[in-house]
């Protein structure tokens, strides 16, 4: 099991720059696979970003170019780097733990980008 707790949400206007992150409440070193999702008012919860073990990235096509992620396996911590938000990144974002064969989720990190 692990829980995982989001912070560094809030308000900030397009173009500006946010940085979330995710404390795990146990070592992540060994998680297969660690991740960044969002969900916007009426619509369903999408990847954004993920993370492998072994360091490798994926992320979803709206945010490429802007949107970093990493993970810090001494802090137990997985980072979600925003640049360049737009107003079309206001969601609330979830840290994901894939455990198998549980998913393991936080409780979430409200973004809001005005325009």
């Known amino acids: 099991q692990v829980q995982l707790v989001e912070s560094g949400g809030g308000l900030v206007q397009a173009g500006g720059s946010l940085r979330l992150s995710c404390a795990a409440s146990?070592?992540?070193?060994?998680?297969?696979?660690m991740g960044w999702y969002r969900q916007a008012p009426g619509k369903q919860r999408e990847s954004v970003a993920v993370?492998?073990?072994?360091?490798?990235?994926n992320y979803a096509d709206s945010v490429k170019g802007r949107f970093t992620i990493s993970r810090d396996n001494a802090k137990n911590t997985v980072y979600l780097q925003m640049n360049s938000l737009k107003p079309e990144d206001t969601a609330v974002y979830y840290c994901?733990?894939?455990?198998?064969?549980?998913?393991?989720w936080g409780q979430g990190t409200q973004v809001t980008v005005s325009s």
């Open positions: 994901n733990a894939v455990l198998f064969p549980t998913n393991y």
């Open positions: 146990r070592s992540i070193f060994n998680i297969p696979v």
């Open positions: 993370i492998t073990s072994r360091g490798s990235t």
